[in-house]
């Protein structure tokens, strides 16, 4: 039981070292990636809970969401060639 904290803190590390390497963002939560691997290594506990703390209370990093794909009806080029190609038929047929 005297190894659980030192265990615990050898986890959380390892956690939040990987997880802060492979972060897609060059500088997460506005400190550059070398800087939190400092961070959550000297700091035992404190680093490895504020970088856990940032990535669930921020999300995943962004600051605006990603655009959706747009449905080809509810694309306005897209309609407006829709209805040009329907006029163009209806000229030929007529």
């Given at each position: ?39 959550i ?34 694309d ?14 209806k000229?030929?047929?007529?």
């Amino acid at each position: 039981m005297r190894a659980l904290p030192f265990i615990l803190y050898v986890v959380i590390t390892a956690y939040c070292v990987a997880d802060a390497v492979q972060h897609p963002e060059p500088s997460p939560h506005g400190v550059p990636k070398w800087a939190w691997i400092v961070i959550i290594l000297l700091f035992p506990y404190i680093g490895a809970l504020v970088w856990i703390i940032l990535k669930f209370t921020r999300g995943t990093g962004r600051s605006r969401p990603q655009p959706r794909p747009m449905a080809p009806d509810d694309d306005p080029q897209y309609l407006i060639w829709l209805n040009e190609q329907e006029r163009r038929r209806k000229l030929g047929n007529d």
